[in-house]
């Protein structure tokens, strides 16, 4: 069987030949994608062994809490200690819990961790990270049967939690189905109320003792683009063809086919959207490398609440399915859209992949933390404190950060097309101009090269494209592209052709 593919050779051509074109009508830009398979066929993408798609989070949070284990590639063999760090913005009472692999039977269980009588005080003060166990404790935590992948899982509430409400008369290491679980979480936010708990959760690979097994690291990608709406009103953009480009530029970089989820257009619903980031979580693993690409119309709104948000707004993207309050009004219905915190939060459950986020869109550097914005002189200019200069993503000493600003991993690595203050531009029917640009350099690599390397050739051509366009037009606004996070420590490389 034959496959049709688009060289290196012919992707630069392409490239330079819209480049050329560059007269042709451009247009703003919200950036979104278009028209592929609905749902996640990609045969390549399937669950990982024992995983599962449990996902233990409250409807609303108005806190954030960390967990963390004491080795970076999560792997324990039987018999060896484990230490979780665990944290919190807010005071209050945390409780470690671990969902076990599934055994033969098919059956999987959660057992408590902390707190038991070995384990007692669980209370925890905020941004004050704790290790459990704690140094001055004999007991441990060690890796056992059933071997396989555990989920381990911090709860944080403000108030103690009544175990009785798991069917238990105290907290102890004791076996819990996900039923039980479940239902006692459902009857606390029916008490108390959905904002008085947030949760994390980390997951481990445990081995016999001497078992020779290393899972293989792999490359995934999450590509989501919308040119078109149910809105009639939002203008169209050129998604399949951004979402062409960056298929097979990537796929250049390793992140193949069968491992990628493109949603487009009429598919990137936002159901869609929280089904596939869940995908993403349960087939990718610890030290997997993750490309999450976002196309499509962006917006900013003003926070609800004046602790919401430090910078006092909101960015949002747009989904195929978003609504507005009125036909025709330009205001959107937020709970149709994905706010900046949601995305964050969706990024903080692949934490401990490396994770590159390319969001491409009007206003979308309100998506990453203000601290981290260029600044600009009174005539536009950028000033010399650069965005990329800034170390980011560091929760245990950015907590506010973590909450709130929220691509919120410290292994992952943003890109914004533009600042949040900023539209991004598209050349009609063709590309993105930030895409574009990102793709020219990246099939260029000879070998490989740091993301912040790609980042500023590719942020060089974009203020020289704009500059340009300015002298024609001087009504053309800036458009400034940001990065955020360990740019250079995430190395991107050609895949060799055998």
């Known amino acids: ?50 995983g599962t ?17 004491d080795k970076s590639d999560h792997l324990y063999y039987e018999g060896e200690t484990i230490a979780f760090t665990l944290e919190s913005s807010v005071d209050g009472y945390y409780y470690l819990i671990n969902l076990q692999p599934k055994m033969d039977n098919g059956e999987q269980n959660f057992i408590v961790l902390a707190p038991t009588r070995h384990f007692p005080s ?24 059933p071997f396989g992948k555990d989920t381990i899982v911090l709860i944080v509430s403000k108030k103690p939690l009544n175990p009785q409400v798991f069917g238990l008369d105290h907290f102890e290491p004791k076996l819990l189905t996900i039923e039980q679980f479940n239902r006692g979480f459902s009857a606390l936010e029916v008490l108390e109320g959905s904002g008085f708990w947030d949760s994390d959760r980390v997951e481990i690979t445990t081995l016999p003792k001497n078992s020779t097994h290393k899972p293989k690291q792999g490359k995934f990608g999450l590509f989501i683009a919308v040119g078109k709406y149910q809105i009639p009103s ?15 530029t990537f796929q250049q970089l390793g992140y193949d086919g069968n491992a990628v989820i493109t949603l487009v257009d009429e598919n990137a619903t936002l159901a869609n959207i929280k089904k596939a980031f869940a995908k993403l979580y349960e087939s990718t693993d610890a030290g997997d490398e993750v490309v999450i690409y976002w196309f499509g119309h962006g917006d900013r709104m003003a926070a609800t609440e004046a602790t919401d948000s430090p910078d006092g707004e909101r960015g949002y993207l747009i989904p195929y399915d978003s609504k507005e309050r009125r036909p025709d009004s330009g205001l959107f219905v937020p709970e149709t ?102 793709c020219k350099h990246l099939i260029r690599l000879e070998d490989s090269a740091s993301v912040y390397d790609v980042f500023q050739a590719m942020k060089d051509d974009v203020l020289k494209f704009i500059a340009e366009q ?25 895949v060799k052709k055998m």
Request: hydrophobic fraction near 40%; charged fraction near 25%.
């Open 470 to 494: 300015q002298e024609k037009n001087p009504s053309f606004t800036i458009q400034t592209p940001l990065i955020q996070g360990n740019a250079e420590q995430f190395l991107l490389k050609k």
């Open 337 to 438: 859209l994905i706010s900046d915190l949601e995305f964050g939060n969706m990024i903080k459950e692949i934490k401990n992949r490396k994770v590159l986020v390319i969001i491409d869109a009007c206003f979308s550097g309100t998506f990453i933390d203000p601290a981290s914005q260029e600044q600009k002189t009174p005539d536009g200019q950028v000033a010399t404190e650069n965005a990329e200069e800034k170390p980011l993503f560091d929760f245990k000493t950015r907590l506010d950060a973590f909450r709130t600003k929220s691509i919120s991993q410290k292994d992952a690595v943003a890109i914004t097309a533009a600042a949040r203050d900023e539209k991004a531009w598209a050349v009609k029917d063709r590309f993105s101009i930030a895409t574009m640009l990102l």
């Open 234 to 248: 939002l203008s169209l953009l050129p998604s399949v063809q951004n979402i062409e480009i960056v298929t097979e």
């Open 1 to 50: 069987m034959t496959k049709n593919t688009v060289t290196t050779k012919h992707l630069t051509h392409i490239i330079t030949t819209i480049l050329l074109c560059v007269m042709m009508t451009i247009g703003l830009l919200s950036v979104q994608i278009s028209g592929q398979e609905p749902e996640f066929r990609k045969k390549g993408f399937i669950p990982k062994e024992n």
């Open 122 to 145: 669980n209370e925890i003060k905020a941004g004050k990270p704790i290790t459990i166990p704690l140094q001055d404790e004999d007991r441990t935590i060690e890796a056992q049967a």
């Open 53 to 69: 798609s449990t996902a233990i989070k409250p409807k609303h949070s108005n806190f954030q809490v960390g967990l963390s284990v």
